[in-house]
């Protein structure tokens, strides 16, 4: 059996790592081997579990787009395997049309596109967007995969004799 071509909030947070009001996706609108494109009003909850008292920055527009990767991932893992574990390394020429997220009206549309990639790594290039077609948000991120983060040291104890 394939993945679906669309999936609702639920679907969603089974695939990604995020779960509750950290899945900040609403609904898989279409996707294929190398993009990716999800809407979500989750910017507008007053819960918004990345809502400061200055209300929802729009730096923030990358964890949305990092969030359409990781399910992209998800999608398209092998049938049967786990999707890889992955962190965002990093975000590059992004570019930042609003202040804040929580005045837009209407749904976010969320684009990315895988770039280039293998086994450790990949390139996607991703947008956000209004309703009405205009780029909140557009850069290039990194996401490395299968990578064990470090574990901390053991603090040595020192006694005095």
Known sequence: MSAPQQLDRAGIARLIPHSGSMCLLDRLESW????????????????????????L????????????MA?????????GSPPSAGFLASARNVRLAVARLDDVE???????QRVSGDASQVLYEFTVKNDAGRALAEGRAVVVLNTPLPMPLPTESKTSS
């Open 32 to 55: 294929d081997t190398h993009h990716v494109h999800c809407s979500t009003c989750s910017h507008r909850h007053a819960d918004n579990p990345l809502r400061t008292a200055r209300g």
């Open 57 to 68: 920055l729009s730096p923030n527009l990358i964890e949305y787009a990092a969030q359409a």
């Open 71 to 79: 399910l992209h991932g998800g999608l398209i893992a092998q049938e």
């Open 106 to 112: 209407g749904a976010l549309q969320v684009h990315a």
